[in-house]
């Protein structure tokens, strides 16, 4: 039996995360699930965004399926208080240093994309992000400049060892795909950059089965609407990888359809398993939300976390029919609700 930590959040959170929830509980396997409030619904209930209760439940669950957290309500809380600390606390907490973003073209789903049909399929990557370190974790502030001129500052580091954990996922994951492995930085500017691209290139003499290259970030970004298809993994700092998954969502069709997971070892351990997107605030109670994301986050988990790599191929081959037969929610140009969407994966379990 495993235990499942639930923690659904805020905005379209719920929403999404009930969806995930039908799909699992019609698998048949034998899991337990236990829900926990977090973000600006944790500080609702409990006065902190990631109470006590809900970290400790996560760190003993096998796994977490996570919705999204954000509350514009609470945008003008101290940041320590904020509904985004708790995603953050828990990646930090639970060692999460490994953040798998796949991005692929769905079969049938081409005019979703913002990209051309004939590039759309194409597609075929995975954002492999660093997920506890960079300028995310590192001293930040407000102060005052000699001048007296309010500053504000955020400080951007990586030591060589969070460095090789990463690119060491990322070869690896290189060298059971495509055997392609860019890594994207900003070396021509940023010293964080600099090291970050040594240490990768250290790394390389150990893959000489892997095909290494580097880009820099804006050029990434431009060569991702251009030729997705040059990529097959892509290791990235933890802003860039942030940026570009969101863009990769857009290549894909929609950000409704990406899903993530986030593991603190290579081979699975707990890890946290979420949309890449957010609670998006402009659709939530509205049963707009594309499941798709999250549900397809459940099979990562199933996969990664809880060795039933037959349930996760089920369930992403049914969110693949039910796209491919046109089930399409508004982010995809159709009209299904939320529910609408979880009954069309259901019924191609
Ligand atoms: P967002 O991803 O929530 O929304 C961006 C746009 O995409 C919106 O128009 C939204 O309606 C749409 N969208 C997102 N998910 C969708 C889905 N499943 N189906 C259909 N449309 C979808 O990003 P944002 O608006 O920049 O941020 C909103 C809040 O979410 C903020 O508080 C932010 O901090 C938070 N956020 C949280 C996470 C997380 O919990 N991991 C991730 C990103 C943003
Ligand atoms: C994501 C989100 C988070 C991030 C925010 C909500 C802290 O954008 O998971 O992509 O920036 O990592
Ligand atoms: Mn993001």
Redesign the pocket.
């Known amino acids: 039996m495993a235990l499942i930590a639930l923690l659904p959040?805020d905005?379209?959170g719920p929403e999404?995360v009930a969806e995930a929830r039908r799909v699992l509980d019609a698998l048949g396997l034998d899991l337990t699930f236990e829900k926990a409030p977090v973000g600006g619904a944790g500080y609702e209930a409990l006065g902190h965004p990631l109470p006590v209760s809900t970290l400790d439940l996560a760190q003993q669950a096998d796994a977490v399926l996570f919705g999204?957290?954000?509350?514009p309500r609470f945008d003008t809380l101290e940041r320590s208080l904020r509904?985004?600390q708790a995603?953050l606390g828990l990646r930090k907490a639970l060692g999460l240093f490994a953040n798998l973003r796949p991005a692929k073209g769905f079969p049938g789903l081409e005019d979703a994309s913002a990209l051309k049909p004939e590039i759309v399929r194409t597609l075929d990557l995975v954002i492999l992000r660093e997920l506890t370190g960079d300028v995310y974790f590192g001293e930040k502030g407000q102060r005052r400049t000699a001048e007296g001129l309010r500053q504000g500052y955020d400080v951007m580091a990586y030591d060589e060892a969070e460095v090789r954990r990463i690119a060491t996922v990322g070869f690896e994951m290189a060298k059971r795909r495509k055997g392609r492995l860019c890594s994207v930085d900003k070396a021509n500017v940023l010293e964080t950059s600099q090291l970050w691209r040594d240490v990768v290139n250290e790394l390389a003499a150990s893959y000489p089965e892997v095909a290494l290259t580097h880009m820099y970030a804006d050029n990434a970004a431009m060569q991702l609407v251009r030729a997705p298809g040059q990529f097959d993994v892509i290791v990235t700092g933890n802003m860039f990888g942030d940026i570009l998954s969101d863009q990769a969502s857009m290549c894909a069709g929609?950000?409704?359809m990406l899903a993530s997971a986030s593991l603190s070892e290579w081979s699975g351990a707990c890890g946290l398993y979420?949309?890449i997107?957010?609670?998006?605030?402009?659709?939530a109670g509205q049963g707009?939300?594309?499941p798709c994301?999250a549900i397809l986050s459940a099979a990562m988990m199933l996969r990664h976390s809880l060795e039933q790599p037959e349930a996760a191929d089920r369930v992403e081959a049914a969110v693949a029919a039910a796209i491919a037969d046109g089930a399409r929610?508004a982010?995809l140009g159709g009209s299904l609700s939320t529910s609408a969407m979880g009954d069309a994966v259901l019924a191609r379990l």
Not at 68 to 71: C, E, N, S
Not at 277 to 283: E, K, V
């Open positions: 959040g905005g379209i999404v999204a957290v954000g509350d509904p985004e995603i929609s950000i409704g979420e949309p997107h957010g609670s998006a605030p402009d659709i707009k939300a594309n994301a929610t982010d």
